[in-house]
Structures are given as structure tokens and as C-alpha cells.
């Protein structure tokens, strides 16, 4: 059966880890091909470093789902978007895809997004050096 995985949540909810995770887990006892993929992807530098540029958010977000269309017209197994989605609008095409290509569709909400303290741990943990003041507003502005 053909899958793909929505992630939503914060930065430094565990949406990356938790997907790893769950591919290896998932493919481990059938070893189906999985993909993973993440707009943050495209912000990584050739030396492995990160480098956020607010400007290129949207060309990465296309070319993202444009990667995501090609893993599904593959036929890869299991296909995962890891990004914070916290808006509905935000993964509807990859939604959409996912259906029309014949996949089952699980959306996947990692950590709790409305816990205070928690978002002070998610901005203790997140890679990308997210501010505090920015996670709380994703929080307030996430559509469930």
C-alpha cells in the first residue's frame, strides 16, 4: 500500500526525528523505499550548514512539492513531507497529489502545539534557531 505522511507541527517538535523514525520502522520489515522531504532541505549549505532566507521561502516551498509530485508518480512507498504546516492551505496540494495518485493520505500532528512550556523546550531544541516569539505565533496560528 502506498503512503504519504503529512507532518504538522512547531519548530523543534520532533518532526524530523519522528519521521525518521517512522520510516525506519516502517520499511524495515518489507524494506519498501521511502523518501523523505523537507523544504528546510534547500536551505542547507554545500559545507552542511544552515542558512534561512525568508525570500526564498516560497520558490523552496514549490520546489519542494514539486519533488514530493515526483516521488508519488514513482510509485515510492512511502513518501513523507516534513515541514511545520501549520496552516491548512500550507499542505493541501500535497493532499491533493497524494489522493489523485492513488496514495493513502495519514496526517500526522508531532508535539503539542498549544502547551506553553512545551514551546519553550521546542525553541531550547530547534535546529534552525527559531525565536520563541515566533513559535508562540505559529501556535496561535495553527488551523486544525
Request: aromatic share 10%; charged share 25%.
Amino acid at each position: 500500500m502506498k503512503q504519504a505522511i503529512i507532518l504538522r507541527g512547531l519548530p523543534g517538535s520532533g518532526k524530523s526525528h519522528y519521521a525518521q523514525t517512522l520510516a525506519e520502522e516502517l520499511v524495515a520489515a518489507d524494506e519498501a523505499r521511502f523518501v523523505i522531504l523537507s523544504t528546510d532541505d534547500y536551505f542547507v549549505q554545500a559545507d552542511g550548514g544552515y542558512q534561512f532566507d525568508k525570500s526564498k521561502l516560497s520558490e523552496f516551498h514549490n520546489l519542494n512539492l514539486a519533488r514530493y509530485i515526483n516521488a508519488l508518480a514513482e510509485g515510492i512507498e512511502l513518501v513523507i513531507v516534513d515541514n511545520t504546516n501549520i496552516r491548512r492551505w500550507e499542505f493541501i496540494a500535497y493532499l491533493s497529489a497524494a489522493h489523485a495518485m492513488g496514495y493513502q493520505v495519514k496526517e500526522v500532528v508531532v508535539g503539542e502545539v498549544k502547551d506553553k512550556s512545551l514551546q519553550h523546550l521546542y525553541q531550547k531544541r530547534n535546529t534552525h534557531n527559531v525565536a520563541l516569539r515566533t513559535i508562540s505565533n505559529m501556535a496561535r496560528q495553527f488551523e486544525w
